[in-house]
Every structure is written in C-alpha cells, then in structure tokens.
C-alpha cells in the first residue's frame, strides 16, 4: 500500500533521541572541566532518558489511541544533495520498540548509579551509556537508512567502549576459565580484547549493510525508507531479474546478523561479558543486539508487501528469490538458537549463560519473522502481520526479563566476588525479593506459561510449524534446552549449598535503587504475561500501524495440539532438571570425569562448538600471514629501492669513473677515437 | 556567479606567513616572541577556512577569486590566479585548520626538539628559521589548492617539496639526512614526471591554464592528440602524481620520510600534502585527459583497493607508532584515489571529503604521537606503551576520534567520505550477475575492515591494557587544546556537512562534464 507522508513539527518529538545525546554533551563537558561528584554525571544520564521515555511514552500513546502515525521532521533536510532529512518516524513497530528501548535503559540508569559507585570511569561509563541509548533511539525511529546507519553505528561504538570499559585488564575482569585453551586458541577474554572483538565482528556486517543500503540508493534516488516502500517495484524488479535480490538482502542483512550476534557472529557477544553488569544488560536487553532484529523487522513487511506490489513475469521470480532470502535467514536463526542453547547447558559463568540465552533467543525472533516471509507465497497480508508480532513480542518479553535477569547477576557477582556460579548458592534464603525477581524472569525464559515469555515463543514456534515444521522442530528442542539451562541456573544458584567453596560474605538483598529496577522488570514479565489479551491487542493495533503493512493479527493463543506440545516439553523438562539437579543431586561433574564420550560432548560445548578457535585460524592467523608476507613484499621492495639500485649505480658510476684515470697518453688516445667517431658520425649524417 | 574579493586575501595567506616569519627572525631575537608569531600565522592560515565556508557554504558563491592576477600570457604560460570553488574546498579547509593549529602545536614540541638536538650536540637551525621553513611549507601547500595553472601548481608544488625536505633534513629523527636526501629525491622524480606531462599539454595547446580568466575550464583536450607517443604525457602526469600521492609500488619513501620527520611536519605532510596529489588527478587529469581516465578507470580502482588493502597489512605489522601512523596514510590514499577514479560525482567529492576527515584525523593522531615523543622520554615504539589511556585519558579519547575519521565511523566526517566513495562506487560499477554482487562486497568489506582492523587494534596496543609508563601524568597545556580543537572540528565538520557537500556538488557536476554527458 501507498504510504503518504504529512509532517508533523521537528518538537518536541525530535527530542526522542535527542535528548540522550544532549545528555552526553553535557557529561562530556563535566569530563572536560574534571567534575569530581559522580551525581553529576548519574542524574543528567537518568535524566536525559527520562525525558526521551516520556516523549517515546507520549508517542506510542498517541500513535496506538489515535491510530496514525506520527512523522516529524520529514522535511527538514540535514544533508543536502543525498536528502537526508532528520526524520523521526513513530509507526506500530517502532513506537513500541521506542518504548522498550527508553524505558529498560532507564531502569539500568538507575540501577548504575549505585552499581558503578566509586568506579573510577564514572564519568565515561555514564557518557557512553548516555550515547549508546540515544543512538539506539535514533536507530529505531529515523525515517532514513543514513540516520539509522549513523545510530547503528553509535551503538557499535559505545559498546566497544563499554565492553572495554575496565581498559586496564585485570584478571578478575575477564570472561572465561583462564588458562582454558581450544586447539590452542585461548577461550578466556580480556576487555579490551573482547571491545576489540566487538566492534570487528560487527563491522563487517556493518559494511555489508552499508554497500546493501547504498546499493538501493544508486537504484531508487532515496535513503528514505517511507519513500523505499512507496518505490518497492522500483527495485523489487531489477534486483530480481538480475538474479541478485536475495544475495543483495543478505549482504544487508549481514549487518543485522552481526549486529544481533547470529550464527557465525555470535561470538563477539558471549565475550562481551567483561563490560561492567549493566551494560550486559543494556546491550542484551535494550540496545545493541536488539537493533539486528529491528532492522529485520522493519525490512520483512516491506519486502513482503512489496512482492505483493509486483505484477507480471517478474513476480514469481521475486517471490522465488525472497523465499531464498528468508529460508537463509530462518536457518541461521534457527541454527543460532539451537546451538547457543546447548552451549549454555555446560557453562559455570552467569553471565555467560545469560548471554548464550540471547544470541538464542535472539534466533527465535530471527526465525519467527523469517518464517512469514517462508510464506510469501501465499501473498496473505496477514502472515506477514503474525511473522512481525511473533519477532516484535518475543523481543519485547525478552527486553524485560532478560534486563532482570542481568541486574540479578550483577548483584549476586557482587556478593559471590565471582563470577562463576560454582562458588554462588543458597541465596534463597537470605535475599528473598531479588530470588523472587529470579525465579519470574527466569521462568519467563524458559517459556512457562502464563509468563510473557511462553506466549511469544509460542507465537514463534507456532508461525515457524506452518512455514517450515523442520525449523519448528528445532525450536521446540530449543525450548526445552533452554529450560533445562535456565532452572538449572535458578537452582544452583538460590537453593543448593555452593559447589565449591568461594569468598564468603554475608550475603544480603541489594540496596532498594538496585533491587527496585529488577524487581519491576521481573513483575512486569509476569504482568504482560497475565494480560495477554490486552497486550497482545497492543501487538496487533502495532503491526496495523506499521509501515509498509497495515493489517494487524490477533496474536492470541489458542488452545492447539501445537501449544500443548510445547507447553508439556517445557514443563517435562522443569520437572526432570527439578528432580535430577535437586532432589536426585546427580553429580555432573563425576559423570563427565568418569565417561569419555561425556567429557568429549562436554569440552565440545564449553568450548563454544570450536566456532572461535575456527575463526581466529581462519581470519586471525590468516590475516597475520597475509601481513606478514605483505611486510615482506614491503621490505624487497625497500631493498629493492634503496639498497640494489643505489648499489647498481655506484657499480657503473665506478667502471665509468675508471675512464678518468688521469694520464695523459690515454686521454690524447680516447680523444683521437672520439674524434674519428664524431667526424665518421658527421659525415653520414651530411650524406 | 563568481565573487572577487576586494582585498587579496588570498595572495596574503601564500605570502604573508613566510615574510611575518622572516620579519620575526629578523627584528627579534628572543625566542620568546615565538607564540605570538605562532599565534599570527595561525590567524593568517585560518582566514581561508573562514572565506571558503563563508562564500561558498553559506553564500553559495561557486568561485571565489583573489583580485590579484599575474598575466604571463607572454610567455606562454597563462594567467597565475588564486581561487577557491566547491572542489577546492575541503582540500583548503583541511589544509587551513590543520597547519594553523600544528602552528600552534610547534611551539613547545619544537623547543624540545631542538633542545633534544642541541643535546646531541647537532647545531640546528633555531626556532624562526624553522618557522620559516614551516610557514613557507603551510603556504605553499595553500598555494597549491588554490592554483589554477599548471605552472603556478608547479612550482608550489617546489616550494613545498624543497621546504620540506629542509624541515627533515635540519629537525628530523633517526638517519634524518639520508631520509631527507631519499625523499627529496623520489618526490624530484614525482615531480620531473609531472612537469613533464605538463609540458606537453601545454606547449602544444599554448596555455597552461586549467581555470581561465572568465572562471570556467580550459577545455582544449579536444585538440590533443593522444596517440602515438603522447599517450606518455597522460600517463606521465598521472604517474607523477602518483608517486607523490604513495600509491602501492612508489609508495616507498613514505614510511621514511613521514616516520622520522619532526612530527609537526609528519602531521602536515602525512594528511595534507600527499592528499593533494589525489585532489591534482580530479583537478588536472580528468580536466586535461578524460578520454584517458576513462579508459584507465578499472585498473586504477583495482590499484586503489591494492593499495588500501597492502598498506593497511603492512600497518599492522609495524611497531613504530609513527611509521605505523605513516602506512596508514599510504592505505588512505587509495582511498582517495578510489574515490577520484571511479568518475562520478559521488566518487570524486567523496574523496575530497576523505581527504579533508583525513586530515583532521590522521593530523590529530600523529599530534597524540608527538605528545609522547615530548612528555613521555620520546616514547614511539607501540611494543613499550600501553595503558596509556590511565595516564592520558584525553589524548585517548582523541586518539578515538582520530581512529573514527580514518575508519568513516560517525559522528565524525569521516563517514561522509566513506559513503559518498562508495555510492561512486556502486554508481560505477553496479552489480549486474551474481559474481559482480560477490566481488563488490568482498572488496569493500575487506578494504574497509582493515582500516577498523589496524585502527582498534593499535589502539588496544598503545591505551590499553596494564600501565607500563611511570612519572607522568596529563597537563592540559596548550599544547593539547590544539588536538582536542582539531578533534572537535571532525564532529562539527559531521555536523555541518551540509556547507560543504553543496558547493562540492555543484563544482564536481561542472568538473565531469565532459565525462559524464
């Protein structure tokens, strides 16, 4: 459908994503002019969210109440000559991911103030958080790809900086078992390295997101994505009778995938742990790898109605090519899912069994919107709607719980001074609000109804059963393995006595300014959960007013043989992880000691299926061979230059000297020859 | 519409910078004066970034000339005028800010120098006579910019050359007269190469002008023949530039040359001077021979990524900050070059953006190396730094935005460069087959991962990890305002790139007419 464009004055809603950036001008000049009191820097960071989640919160209000979107700044160009306009675009989609976004951060705004104090990059921790969420916002609601680019790549910058927060490398801030090597790749991560890692890994995808954004603009004129939709046939068809559709949207999509650390990018983000806890919570929950799936998100209805746009002889062909296109992105989707699940099964670190669940459930999203575009053949709007309500709600359940989820690992690494889980137990006991909180979120993650999480990764499996069952079997496996990691983490950690002796200190419930964020983030994953009706109204009235779609879905679940399925495997493996893990007390670790094949199963698995150890020979040392023999290229030719040709010419300058000897007889002697020759040489010439 | 100025700015910013240090070294005589002289010749160097943005950004004049104009019709060469219009502008911005602020910047780094060679017992010329040789340098390369003569281009172009080559000869570090003696020599030969070229052209159409008096471009290409063995003078010209510009094969002088300069000088002649060999292929060659740039184009975008991608390799394994900041210069050129010699107007504004984000951000980094070379007992090997962000934290935070603008990372200008290249790019050679697709991401995705890839890994190699330096710590001085002022004019110029773009636009739809009908 055609969408027009009326344009609704640059305030206050520019302030959206403004706002944060202001914020952290202003903390750069504190850091300039060296405040000392870290408030400063806390309340303008809190600050400057609060009223970007107040102008989002206004916005999402006024776009869902009234039914329209909200479209400012449309015409005010930025950059001439290439149009960029400062655009802020409030449709269903990114209203609510505006909101989402605002509001988790603020929660671990708040949440850092206490976390960080005393810290000595205070002040630059708070700038970059500052800047990480307006770049997420201005991702999320700019009209164009090159304002969207530039706060994709404010997110991918911030995240270096946060993920190498603690520069300075001390042991107790890495990821990994020290010491712990893979086919002699070390899998243990200083910060820096990890920050480095972070934003290499994701700016090759960047690249190719670049080149697939620029591409479209030398076939349409336009970065504007509204201006995109209205233009689909435009490049929908050339693209597709030139074969390249579907390798083009791969090339873009690369950036999403890398983005939102899919299979074979995920790796960046499990090391992304030595950041300080709340920015694994922020970039997990709110920013960074969020911004992946909002990318795709936003490009699969316009992909989807596009093809419905096209007519004639080139229609199959575009609907055969986005069929390739989504297949590859539901496989890595799936795949990714899977495979980080099963990782997380063996893992002794919190936080990096937290950061497998993402890059996990991250796939599903991946894999429930691709799932629609399976469908496209059918050319039913309404599929496309379900493949966006399934991602866009599994998104939001997982912001929720999984910012819990980190603040709660934050608190309990503070207590347990590690950060591994063996050392970590029993905490039930003495801080009751912070293991409720756990226990919701949790829960959520494993999918048990009725919390939030259950009815989105339902919507997921169930779209994903109807467009490829095969990849709908593995989601339901996934499902099961990520119960199992999930209470097997919650029971470790609350209810059984700590594995292995670690500094003990009196543990106790963390402060209210800490406890209060997750503490409402937990509730609230119950809340949406218990009022699903209402929230999944919100998801349809969302996907009725998202660019480029227009339809909505009713997203609520029905009683099918599919969710029983689902609902049983899920409470089946509680059960089984309850009865093995606590009642049982299987120990694991004797079992993989004593077997071999288990050992071998489990060193596969902790060791991240050797994926890094495969990357870094391939890229890392390739790279260092490459430069190394590029290094000696450098040096012949150098030799080469300076050395043989100089050398070269003092030879002949020395045979050429030798004819100066000095004596008179030689000289009449050559002069005479010389002479002859000249006159010899004068003569033909005259003839 | 054009616009002349009333009073010679312009011919002031060439000559008044030489001749204020000159009348300094003659009137005084304690060394005191230096900041005042300093801060002079900063002044008189930023005027043109104020006419440039002003007239053609904001008044959206696109000429603006200098009253003054030498008429050496008679001999044959041409009229000898000074002008800035929309291509010239980024390469005069860049040239402006950064030799105004490395003006500044000298003082103190300078008095260590030559106090560290008096220590040495080497008697080197004293402060004026450097800021002589440093103004003289500044202005030339101005000179350059503004040229619109192939005669008057060239012997800026000397001028630069031969001032340079005494900066390092008199103040450089390591085997400072060979390096010296090694540079002067492969950019004679650049420079021999382009004269020529020129010479050819313009003993054969009778001028040497490329801008005539009425302001628009000599176009007599049409009556050249270029077969036989004139197809020598094209190739000639371009190679010469090329040699100048460092591209992969004669890029060899560089690392010398840029590594053990006095690192005021690297900071100019690493980002400002080699990048105008790439703004002299837009501005000349395509002028002078588009039928031959065209017919070239795809082996100079395959020298372009060579060079990208060879330069940034060889980056990676160096250990001399310095000379590793000097193989990142000889990867950037190429893409500038890239950007020219895909001829479209994305391609060739895209690369006079570069090189202005290059400026900023190569100037800036190599003034972070200075900073250490002064303060830290003339640390340059990146093997024994280290957590130097604990000690340094504003020069780390610079060195940041120095890595963003080589990098094309926002909010630098950076980006702009790196976009606008990539649309000439695409524009050039749009993906038709698979293979095409294929080729075109692998080449981009790894031309322009390795700058990321040399960039945060040196900078995880110099900042961070444990501190290894002791007995130092951050003294905003002067010294350090100028990096930080450079720094944050890269964000504004992000910000306001619209000044720029538009002049840029309309000067490079004018300069590829003739190519793109």
Redesign the interface.
């Known amino acids: 459908m055609r969408v027009m464009a009326e344009y609704e004055s640059l305030f206050p809603w520019i302030f959206s994503w403004l706002a944060p950036f202001i914020g952290s001008f202003i903390i750069a000049l504190g850091l300039?002019a060296r405040v000392r009191d870290e408030r400063f820097y806390g309340y303008t960071s809190v600050f400057s969210i609060l009223v970007s989640a107040i102008i989002a919160s206004y916005a999402s209000y006024k776009v869902l109440s009234e039914g329209r979107v909200i479209y400012s700044g449309g015409d005010i160009?930025?950059?001439?000559?290439?149009n960029v306009t400062l655009g802020t675009y409030f449709d269903g989609l990114s209203a609510i991911m505006s909101l989402i976004v605002s509001w988790v951060s603020l929660l671990i705004a708040v949440y850092s103030i206490k976390y960080m104090e005393g810290d000595w990059g205070y002040g630059?921790y708070f700038f970059f958080f500052t800047f990480f969420v307006g770049s997420m916002l201005l991702l999320v609601l700019a009209d164009n790809f090159?304002l969207m680019?530039?706060g994709w790549?404010?997110t991918?910058?911030c995240s270096?900086?946060l993920i190498?927060h603690w520069?300075?490398?001390e042991e107790d801030k890495w990821v990994g078992k020290p010491g712990r090597y893979a086919l002699g790749f070390p899998m243990f991560f200083?910060p820096?390295?990890s920050?480095?890692r972070a934003?290499?890994f994701t700016?090759?995808g960047d690249?190719?997101l670049?080149?697939g954004i620029?591409?479209l603009?030398?076939l349409t004129g336009t970065f504007n994505i509204v201006e995109l939709v209205n233009k689909a046939p435009e490049w929908l068809e050339p693209l597709a009778s030139?074969?390249?559709l579907s390798?083009?949207l791969i090339?873009l999509t690369l950036g999403a995938l890398a983005k939102s650390a899919q299979f074979p990018f995920h790796e960046w983000l499990v090391t992304a742990m030595t950041g300080p806890t709340p920015i694994s919570a922020l970039i997990h929950a709110a920013t960074m790898v969020k911004a992946g799936i909002y990318l795709f998100l936003r490009l699969t209805p316009i992909l989807l109605s596009g093809a419905l746009l096209v007519h004639g002889e080139v229609s199959s062909l575009v609907t055969q090519e986005l069929y390739n296109y989504f297949l590859v992105v539901a496989v890595i989707g799936a795949l990714t899912a899977f495979m980080l699940a099963s990782m997380a099964l063996v893992s002794d670190e919190i936080k990096l069994i937290l950061a497998y669940s993402t890059a996990s459930q991250i796939g599903y999203m991946f894999l429930g919107a691709a799932s629609a575009g399976l469908l496209v053949h059918t050319l039913k709007p309404e599929i496309i709607a379900e493949g966006l309500i399934a991602g866009l709600s599994h998104l939001a359940s997982h912001a929720v719980f999984k910012a819990a989820l980190f603040l709660v690992a934050g608190w309990l690494i503070h207590v347990a001074h590690s950060r591994f889980i063996d050392p970590m137990g029993g905490y039930a006991k003495y801080m009751r609000l912070t293991a409720l909180s756990l226990w919701l979120a949790g829960l959520s993650l494993a999918g048990l109804p009725p919390l939030s999480g259950f009815f989105s990764k339902e919507l997921v499996i169930h779209i994903s059963s109807h467009a490829a069952p095969l990849l709908s079997g593995l989601a339901i496996l996934t499902a099961m393995l990520t119960a199992a990691y999930t209470i097997r983490l919650v029971l470790r950690v609350l209810h059984l006595p700590p594995y292995e002796a670690g500094v003990r200190h009196k543990p106790g419930e963390a402060p209210s300014v800490m406890l209060t964020p997750y503490l409402v983030l937990a509730i609230a994953s119950l809340a949406i959960g218990l009022s699903w009706p209402i929230a999944s109204n919100i998801y349809m009235r969302a996907a009725e007013l998202t660019l480029a779609l227009g339809v909505g879905y009713e997203a609520s679940v029905s009683l099918s043989t599919l969710t029983l399925i689902v609902v049983s495997a899920i409470t089946a493996t509680i059960a089984t992880v309850y009865i093995v893990y606590y009642v049982i007390k299987l120990n694991f670790s004797e079992l993989i000691a004593k077997n071999r094949l288990s050992r071998v199963i489990y060193d596969f698995l902790y060791d991240r299926w050797l994926i890094n150890p495969a990357i870094y020979a391939i890229f890392k040392n390739g790279?260092?061979r490459?430069?190394?023999t590029?290094?000696d290229?450098?040096e012949s030719?150098?030799y080469t230059?300076?050395k043989l040709t100089p050398s070269i010419g003092s030879i002949i300058a020395n045979y050429i000297r030798g004819v100066h000897r000095g004596r008179t007889d030689y000289y009449i002697t050559l002069y005479i020859v010389s002479a002859v020759l000249i006159i010899l040489l004068a003569l033909i010439a005259i003839r | 519409m054009s616009m002349e100025l009333q009073i010679p700015l312009l011919w002031v910013t060439v000559l008044a910078p030489p001749l204020l240090a000159i009348l300094f070294k003659l009137l005084t005589l304690e060394h005191r004066n230096t900041r005042l002289l300093s801060y002079l010749t900063a002044f008189i160097l930023l005027i043109p970034a104020f006419i440039s943005v002003y007239y053609l950004g904001i008044k959206r004049v696109s000429f603006v000339k200098d009253p003054i104009v030498l008429n050496l019709t008679d001999y044959g060469i041409g009229y000898f005028m000074l002008v800035i219009d929309g291509v010239s502008l980024p390469i005069v911005l860049g040239i402006s800010i950064v030799t105004a602020l490395v003006s500044v910047y000298s003082i103190k780094y300078m008095e260590h120098r030559i106090d560290e060679l008096r220590r040495e017992r080497v008697e080197a010329p004293g402060i004026y006579a450097y800021y002589i040789l440093y103004n003289a340098f500044s202005s030339s390369m101005l000179g350059m910019a503004y040229s619109t003569n192939l005669i008057e281009f060239f012997i800026f172009l000397e001028i630069s050359l031969i001032t340079s080559f005494a900066l390092i000869a008199y103040y450089g570090y390591g085997d400072r007269l060979r390096i010296a003696l090694m540079y002067f020599v492969w950019t004679h030969i650049g420079g021999a190469l382009f004269l020529v070229g020129i010479l050819f052209y313009g003993v054969n159409t009778g001028g040497f002008d490329i801008i005539g008096m009425d302001l628009s471009y000599n176009r007599v290409y049409a009556d050249l023949d270029l077969r036989g063995l004139a197809i020598l003078a094209p190739i000639s010209i371009l190679l010469g530039l090329m040699i100048k510009m460092a591209i992969i094969g004669v890029h060899m002088w560089l690392p010398y040359a840029h590594a053990e300069a006095p690192t005021p000088v690297s900071a100019l002649l690493s980002p400002n001077l080699i990048g105008i060999a790439g703004y002299a292929i837009a501005r000349f060659s395509i002028i002078l021979f588009p039928e031959f740039m065209v017919s070239i184009k795809s082996i100079l975008v395959i020298l372009s990524f060579a060079t990208i991608i060879y330069g940034g390799f060889v980056a990676l394994r160096q250990n001399d900050f310095k000379r590793f900041l000097a193989y990142s210069s000889i990867s950037q050129m190429g893409y500038i070059l890239l950007g020219v010699s895909t001829l479209t107007y994305f391609g060739v504004a895209g690369a006079m953006i570069h090189y202005l984000s290059h400026a900023i951000g190569k100037a800036v980094l190599f003034m972070i190396s200075g900073v250490f070379i002064t303060e830290v007992r003339g640390l340059r090997d990146m093997n024994l730094m280290g957590g130097l962000a604990r000690v340094y934290p504003a020069m780390a935070s610079l060195a940041l935005i120095g890595f963003m603008h080589l990098s094309g990372i926002p909010p630098t200008v950076g980006l702009w460069g790196e976009l606008l290249i990539l649309i000439g790019l695409v524009q050039a050679y749009n993906p038709a087959s698979k293979i095409d697709l294929i080729t075109i991401a692998i080449a981009v995705i790894s031309a322009f991962i390795i700058t990321a890839v040399y960039s945060f890994i040196a900078m995880r190699r110099i900042f961070f990890g444990r501190v290894r330096v002791t007995g130092v710590f951050e003294n905003i001085d002067q010294f350090k305002v100028t990096i930080l002022i450079l720094g944050v004019s890269g964000v504004v110029f992000f910000l306001m790139i619209g000044l720029i773009i538009l002049p840029l636009r309309d000067a490079v739809g004018y300069l590829l007419e003739p190519i793109i009908r």
């Not at chain 1, 160009?77 to 290439?82: A, F």
Request: glycine share 10%.
């Open positions: 300039l160009i930025w950059i001439p000559w290439i630059r090159i680019f530039i790549e404010g991918g910058l270096y900086a190498s520069y300075t490398d200083e820096t390295h920050g480095v934003i290499l700016r090759v690249l190719g670049l080149l620029v591409i603009y030398a030139k074969g390249i390798l083009l090339t790279g260092l490459v430069a190394n590029a290094l290229i450098d030719i150098d230059y300076h």
